[in-house]
């Protein structure tokens, strides 16, 4: 194996290699090798990288989505229900000769 100082870089013959692509092994010049996530990396095998398949997600990932908000309704519409029906059991007493009642032209 040569060491790299003897090195040309794969797209451009006359130019020196400065760094070798760990993916492809070739060796490449200043203007074809980048650096992405602190690694070196030519463009051809950056490219593979930036188009590699998505993970694929689970079968149930949707059904799981959708009980998820179906419980959160569910529990949204129970609390309201249970603060309904809380005022409702307030006696008449406690809301009576309130401010909303008062007939505020009568006051002297």
């Known amino acids: 194996m040569h060491n790299l100082a003897s090195q040309r870089c794969f797209n451009h013959s006359q130019r020196e290699a ?16 980048t650096e ?9 095998c950056l490219r593979k990288l930036a188009h590699a398949p998505p993970l694929r997600r689970r079968a149930f990932a949707g059904v799981a989505r959708f009980a998820e908000c179906l419980l959160g309704l569910v529990a949204a519409w129970f609390f309201f229900y249970l603060m309904g029906e809380t005022l409702l059991a307030l006696p008449t007493s406690f ?10 032209w009568d006051r002297e």
């Open 18 to 33: 400065v760094a070798r692509c760990p993916q492809c092994s070739h060796c490449f010049c200043r203007e074809c090798i």
């Open 36 to 44: 992405h996530d602190d690694r070196v990396s030519c463009a051809a």
């Open 95 to 104: 809301h009576e000769n309130t401010v909303w009642k008062a007939n505020w």
